[in-house]
């Protein structure tokens, strides 16, 4: 059922929420019937949990993208070993194809998208819903020159201003033509908030949302400035790119969450979105110079993920274990002279060391999270780590199978999931593009490459772009066999 079909307006259209006359709005009721969502095209719920920023810091260098994000530590900083001197050497173990040698040539389909234009499809030709704060117990709103507090109480919403208060299920503010709304967790950053469109506040199970409905060219503005980092007008072609990826998302999951009353989640859910407090003048030209623009495989929205650093070669869904998608291919992506276009990424090469002595507890804490398949009965009771092998490799030369021998039997963890194995201050590994040696009394990790692979590498766009390419050329790449498609309204 579609909520905008069933939302009921109040009599209170024309009562003042305070007593002060502060403003007049109507009231929505907040409806209890949605669909269920469709979550078929989202990441893994716990990859996009793990893959989270460490600070927003961080964007200059590691781009913050939506769910599968590349600063992989939940809890701190990446570790001071992302700058490593791993020489070029330590890698030969998995800088290999099937064929066994680097492809560093283009595929054959790596030309720009044919291209389409024609007006939007009427159900797509509404504000995007996005879920700016769900599940918080306050918030602060500026009104009208007013600090509100909202909160809730009971099955309600109360606001409260100036000395005086009032409680309604749900109610909706809308920014003056041009203008925005500012509401935040804390006073301290109401000041910079900026929400085009509206917002709506309403009461879920004792818990305060605020939903922001706001046109997909204006949160396409709040989303660029977090998703590919810090910019100048010589990568301008890579911040297109980075829109277009971003509203091909955005329109992907046009109902896809009916069941909790909008569209996208404005964190790591999906893709981050901070109204236009972080716009500038570059990124809201790369939004406009693709307005409408999105991709499409026959005929339907691709499912466009992102990540940081690919180290050469991204990889299929089968690193999530998932089927493939005839345009998210395995495609080499190296220059010409056979340096990988994300190079100037810092994890371009890493490596992590665990001691001997403390691997056995750190794989104990950390098999169910990594999903490990143990071998026999007791064979989650080791007591020693015997060898640690990579068995098979997926076709970019990710991990396939990682076996662990022990004196209980042996071990799996398969594909992605070997970066929460080696977990380690609520840090998952970089990637699962690595090989592994013993050495002494440490076992040392030599890898490449930041987040799951999939998809379009946000460093190489950069470099891309520099180097000439235009967003077309960028996009016909990573998601191979692509139509550009451009909505008019």
Not at 116 to 137: A, S, W, Y
Not at 175 to 198: F, N
Request: charged share 25%; proline share 4%.
């Amino acid at each position: 059922m579609d909520c905008k079909n069933v939302i009921a307006r109040s009599e209170a259209t024309k009562q003042s929420i305070f007593h002060s006359s502060l403003f007049i709005l109507p009231i929505l009721v907040f409806c209890a019937s949605f669909a269920f969502a469709d979550y078929d095209f989202d990441l893994p719920d716990d990859v996009q949990k793990a893959e989270v920023p460490a600070s927003v810091e961080d964007v200059a260098d590691i781009p913050v993208n939506f769910a599968p994000i590349e600063a992989t530590s939940t809890t701190s900083e990446p570790e001071s070993s992302d700058k490593t001197s791993a020489t070029a050497d330590s890698l030969d173990g998995f800088r290999r194809h099937d064929s066994g040698s680097w492809n560093t040539e283009e595929t054959s389909q790596d030309k720009p998208a044919t291209f389409k234009e024609h007006p939007i499809p009427e159900e797509l030709n509404r504000p995007l819903r996005v879920g700016i704060f769900t599940g918080v117990k306050e918030l602060y709103f500026k009104y009208q020159g007013e600090t509100v507090h909202v909160t809730v109480s009971r099955n309600k919403v109360k606001f409260e201003a100036g000395g005086n208060s009032t409680e309604d299920i749900s109610r909706e503010f809308n920014s003056d033509e041009g203008g925005c709304l500012a509401v935040a967790a804390d006073t301290k950053t109401l000041g910079k908030a900026c929400y085009p469109g509206s917002i709506l506040f309403r009461n879920t199970n004792g818990k305060l949302d605020a939903i922001n409905s706001v046109d997909v060219e204006d949160y396409l503005r709040g989303v660029v400035p977090y998703e590919i980092g810090k910019l100048d007008s010589s990568r301008i072609e890579a911040l297109k790119a980075q829109a277009v990826a971003a509203r091909t998302y955005a329109y992907k999951h046009f109902n896809s969450r009916e069941s909790v009353g909008f569209d996208v989640y404005a964190d790591t859910k999906d893709q981050v979105y901070k109204g236009l407090e972080s716009a500038t003048p570059l990124t809201d030209a790369a939004v406009k110079a693709t307005a409408g623009v999105v991709m499409t495989y026959g005929g339907e929205f691709i499912i466009a993920y992102y990540h940081s650093t690919c180290g050469g070669i991204t990889e299929t869904l089968a690193t999530w274990n998932r089927a493939d998608l005839p345009y998210l291919k395995s495609v080499p992506d190296r220059r010409p002279n056979g340096k990988p276009w994300c190079d100037e990424s810092s994890y371009t090469t890493w490596e992590r060391r665990f001691a001997d002595k403390k691997i056995v507890k750190l794989f104990k804490a950390n098999a169910s999270e990594a999903k490990a398949t143990f071998s026999s009965a007791n064979g989650a009771d080791f007591k020693k780590i015997k060898s640690i092998k990579i068995t098979d490799k997926l076709k970019s030369g990710r991990i396939m199978t990682l076996r662990v021998e022990t004196d209980k039997g042996h071990f799996d963890v398969l594909t992605d999931r070997t970066r929460w194995l080696f977990k380690k201050a609520g840090t998952i590994l970089p990637s699962s593009f690595f090989t592994v040696k013993k050495d002494g009394r440490e076992w040392v990790l030599t890898g490449t490459g930041f987040g799951h692979g999939v998809g379009m590498c946000q460093m190489g766009v950069r470099a891309r772009a520099q180097a000439g390419q235009s967003y077309q050329e960028i996009l016909s790449h990573y998601y191979q066999g692509i139509t550009l498609e451009k909505f008019d309204r």
